[in-house]
Each structure stands twice: as structure tokens, then as C-alpha cells.
């Protein structure tokens, strides 16, 4: 009798080792997946990554030697101004600041060199912001940007929704004075790697957000009288600027 | 309602609530890698290419981690994922904070500098990512929770288990294993 019950127990002692053994494998087979799909989520988003990367562009005429903007004037101080076309903040010192720019470049105190990035392709159902580059890529090519540019902040339209459609741009484009060599760039999306090649050298630079102006390499306040500040102080240390 | 009984509940409510976080979290930046890693970038804390990979892959592990927690599989190991990941975001903005950047967390959102004038939240960002934080703990010390995978898999099925024993017991007296199975 009793040895029964000790069969019992003992039965049951090994019945509850193996259901622990059973759960300790479980777990660790759920834990050994669970992670390799952590690790695999990764990957993916590393391989998307990766593979939209473009290597080969394009840049358009009046670019920089660079390849990452495009040039206006010869002065001696060099502006960096980075934009995308879709930013609210780029319009508001594009109205403010762009006259005051272009009397620089008119009296030969500056190099303007403009980055139309597109960062907030997430900001549009269309990406609005790389198209909008890549059309400026073309206006360049036709001799212009500056032009199209203007007609681009005057159209901005709101961020979250769809953007104006390629035919649209072609309209501006007809607006800034370009014609069928332009409708045909723009309709074959011939900038759109130079596109990704500014936004990324813009990224490597440092530059995370638009707009971003830059002095003489120095981060400057977007604003026509910081920036006016700035190369006035760029040209007097000119000299010894350059050295360093 | 003791402990016993609440305990479980309290730990559905993090594994949910951190699910939401997650899965927004990374939904969010998932359709623009390029914006979330330039967001890492950022910081100034890791080398642009290391960032930009950083900031893809980032996205799709938030979402699996926020899966894993919804569904309350490999609980534990989903709320140790959380805990890291608040601590390394709660690093990142007191550092970017001590270093006088002027940034959005890039949390929810794109991230990047903010506009003059606009100032950095990072104490409201903080003491939320900490409440976070304390949320993935609870479920780290508490994994158990109501309506979860782990427990599904967890409950044992008699039938088998049975099997199992009678195979590894085959040697035992078939009479005895009779009237264990009655007695069961």
C-alpha cells in the first residue's frame, strides 16, 4: 500500500520534470525564434536601405563640382543653402531671403550654391519632394533654376497630402519661361538619381533638417540678415579663412 | 481583487499599451528610411553611415518587438528588447540635451533641428520614454499576463503529457499504469 503511493509520487515527480523540461525547451525554442525575427526585421530594413541607395548620377549643368548643388555666382564667400521644396520653413526664408541672396550674387561677395535635398518624401502621398528636385534638376539643365525655383515656393502646397503631379511641375516650368526639352526631362525623371545623391551627400554632411544655410562651411541662422552678418565677417577674415 | 488576481491584467495593460507605442513608433518611420536614419544622425552619436543603417533597421524592429508584445509571445524576451531600446532612448536625448542640440526626439515623428525659436522638449520626452521604461520592467518581472500566446503554449495538454510518461515508463507494470490512469 504505502509502496504504491511512493510509486505514485514518484510517478508524478517525474511527470511534473518532464512538463518543466517540456516548458525550459519551449521557451527557449520561442526565444530563439523570436530573436532571430528581431534580427531579421533588421536586415530587412538595412537591405531596403541599402538597395535604394543610388550610386550613379547625372548632375544637371551649373552644378557644383560635387555633384551635390547647383552654382550661382563666383563671389568669394561660399553660401550652402540646403532646401526642400516641400518645407514650409524653406518658403518662409526663401520670400524672406532670396532677393537679398541674389543682390550678393549680383555683387560678386558670394558663391550661392542650393541643395534642393528631398527629406520629407514622407510628407507627401506623391513624393512631392524628390520629383520637385529632380525638376529643378532640369530647370538647371535648361539654364532656370533660380526661376523655377521661385515658381516652386510660390505653388508650395500643404505637407500630408499629394503634391502637384509631374504635369504640374511641366506647368510651372512653362511659368519660369522653359519649354519641351524640359517637359521631356522632367517626364523622364532624368534627375531623380541626382536627387538621391544630393539628399545623401546632404545627410553626410551633417545637415538633418531644412532648411540648413551654411557660411563659409559655418552653420548660419536661415535669415537674410544673420546671413549677410555672417559673409560680411567671412569676407574681412577672408585671408586667413581660407588658409584654415 | 488581490495581487494574485490583478497581477496579470496589470501586465496585459503594459504588454498593450508598449504594443501601441511600438507599432506606431515604427509605422511611422518605416515608409522613410532615409528621414529615420538622418533623425539618428542627428544625435551626433554614431558616424553617418552607421546611423543611416541604424535608422532603417530601427523601424522593423520596432514593429516585430510591438508584434511579439501584442500577441504575447516570448513576453520576457520582447520586454528585455523594450527596456534596452527605452534606455538607449533615453540616453540618446540626455545626451543630445547635455550636448545643447537642438532636436526633435524624432520619436514619433521625423525628427531632425527644429526651427528657430521653437524650443527642444526633452524632460516631457524623457519622463515619457521612463514611464515606458518601467512599464517593459513590470512585464520583465511579471511576463504572465491575461490573453497571451506564452500562457496558450503554456497551458498542458494532460492527454500528451501522459504519453510521454507512459513511454518513458514502458517498463512499469501495465497494471499499475491501468489503475494510475483511473485514478487520473
Sequence with gaps: MSSRKDQNAAARMVREQIAKEQRRKRTMWISIAAVSALVIAGLIGWAIYAGGKTTEYTAPKGANSAGNGIVSGSGPVVVDEYVDYLCPHCKTFHDEAAASLQQLVNDGKITLVTHPVAYLDGASTNRYSTRASAAAGCAAEFGKFTEFSNVLFENQPAEGGAGPSDEDLIVFGRQAGLGEDFAQCVQDKRFINWTNHVSEEAGRAGVSGTPTVLVNGKATQASSTAIATAVAAAAGAAPSASTS | ?184
Design chain 2, 1 to 184: 481583487m488581490t495581487w494574485h488576481r490583478a497581477q496579470p491584467w496589470v501586465s496585459l495593460a503594459c504588454r498593450l499599451g508598449l504594443a501601441g507605442i511600438f507599432i506606431v513608433a515604427g509605422a511611422l518611420k518605416v515608409t522613410d528610411l532615409a528621414s529615420s536614419g538622418r533623425a539618428v544622425n542627428a544625435y551626433q552619436i554614431m558616424p553617418y553611415d552607421l546611423a543611416m543603417v541604424v535608422g532603417a533597421a530601427q523601424p522593423f524592429v520596432e514593429i516585430v518587438v510591438g508584434l511579439l508584445l501584442l500577441f504575447g509571445l516570448a513576453t520576457r524576451l520582447a520586454a528585455w528588447a523594450s527596456a534596452v531600446m527605452m534606455v538607449a532612448f533615453i540616453a540618446g536625448i540626455a545626451s543630445a540635451w547635455s550636448r545643447g542640440l537642438n532636436i526633435d526626439c524624432g520619436c514619433f515623428s521625423k525628427g531632425g533641428p527644429l526651427p528657430p525659436g521653437v524650443t527642444p522638449n526633452y524632460l516631457p520626452d524623457i519622463i515619457r520614454d521612463v514611464a515606458f521604461l518601467a512599464m517593459a520592467i513590470f512585464l520583465i518581472i511579471y511576463p504572465v499576463s491575461r490573453f497571451s500566446l506564452d500562457a496558450r503554449l503554456d497551458r498542458p495538454s494532460p492527454a500528451l503529457e501522459d504519453d510521454v510518461l507512459e513511454e518513458e515508463n514502458s517498463d512499469e507494470p501495465s497494471e499499475q499504469a491501468v489503475r494510475r490512469r483511473e485514478r487520473l
